[in-house]
């Protein structure tokens, strides 16, 4: 039983380390995202215009 | 290897692979409509311009003034040329988004133990499309320039809204294997369309609606392939950056 929760307790490290790396990779791909479907600046949208409306983010 | 940059190596030769997938895809099926709708754009309809003024359009249908000459009038902010120039941003735009996406699928697969082989790989790709694309295009279908549209930010919102509660819908019904959290997942994924998309005013467009249809086809079956594409390579290149996928995170699944 204890051995159990010790292992239990070692698992639960791993992969919460795991987990918040996974959440940083994550954080990245909603990060560059926003930038570029959702940024307001004009000169983002102008740039990324064909590509915006291709992949059918609102848009104008 | 830390699991960070497994993810974002994995991510980066995915991303770059299928990002450049679809700007080809992009040139031939989507960009031609694009520039084909722009012709019918108002010159002075609302914060939209990039280089060339438009010109005014010779079908008959379109009941658009011909006025294309405001463009110098009012300062703009810069915008690609048209041709070359323009075309090279698209493309970045399509590389870098290619990379973003794999982040996100491959950040969401890993949490749920590891994509295996490149067939289970082309699911997730579904479900990215499915989150990404289907759930999104039914309230906002792909726009055209000079088509009617809600405010700017709302729509942006039930986007995002719309992304956020398909995704976890399908996870609770993926990943939580009990009827009453599947039922919960598909109340999610239905939500935003009770709530609906912003819609403009009136649909009336100077867009003739078959171009529209086309352009909503071609958008929708260019990011599946994408999607698919995504998703099949990360499954096949997965075990060159994490090594074998691990029960520990698979036990989640």
């Known amino acids: 039983m204890e051995m159990n929760t010790a292992t239990k307790t070692l698992g639960a490290t791993a992969s919460g380390s795991r987990a918040a790396q996974l959440g940083l990779v994550a954080l990245l791909g909603v990060f ?8 307001h600046m004009d000169v983002v949208h102008n740039a990324g215009h064909d590509y915006r409306h291709s992949m059918a983010f609102p848009c104008h | ?8 190596f994995t991510a980066a030769a995915a991303g770059l692979l299928a990002g450049i997938l679809l700007a080809a895809l992009q040139t031939y099926a989507t960009v031609p409509l694009i520039l084909k709708a722009e012709t019918f754009e108002n010159a002075d309809g609302g914060g939209h311009h990039h280089g060339a003024p ?3 359009s ?3 249908s379109a009941s ?3 006025a ?4 110098g009038e009012e300062e ?3 915008g690609p040329e048209d041709g070359f120039e323009r075309f090279a941003y698209t493309t970045g735009a399509n590389i870098i988004s290619g990379f973003a996406f794999a982040l996100l699928l491959v950040a969401a697969s890993e949490l749920a ?4 082989n490149w067939r289970q790989g082309t699911l997730w790709g579904f479900a990215g499309f499915a989150v990404f694309t289907l759930a999104p295009g039914l309230g906002l279908p792909p726009e055209l320039p000079a088509m009617p549209a809600a405010d700017l930010l709302a729509r942006q919102v039930w986007w995002i809204g719309t992304v956020a509660a398909t995704a976890a819908g399908l996870a609770l019904i993926a990943f939580r294997g009990t009827i009453p959290l599947s039922v919960l997942g598909v109340a999610l994924i239905v939500l935003p369309h009770i709530i609906g998309a912003p819609q403009p005013e009136s649909h009336e467009s100077p867009v003739p609606a078959d171009l529209h249809h086309q352009f909503v086809v071609a958008v929708t079956v260019t990011n599946l392939i994408f999607w698919v594409a995504l998703g099949g390579i990360v499954g096949l290149v997965r075990q060159r950056f994490f090594g074998q996928p691990d029960t520990l995170g698979a036990s989640i699944a």
């Open chain 1, 32 to 39: 560059v995202i926003g930038f570029l479907g959702f940024s």
């Open chain 2, 1 to 8: 290897m830390s699991i960070f940059r497994s993810a974002v």
């Open chain 2, 54 to 56: 438009e010109a005014a």
């Open chain 2, 58 to 60: 010779t079908d008959a």
């Open chain 2, 64 to 66: 658009v003034p011909v």
């Open chain 2, 68 to 71: 294309a000459a405001s463009a």
């Open chain 2, 76 to 78: 703009e902010a810069w």
């Open chain 2, 113 to 116: 133990g590891g994509i295996r």
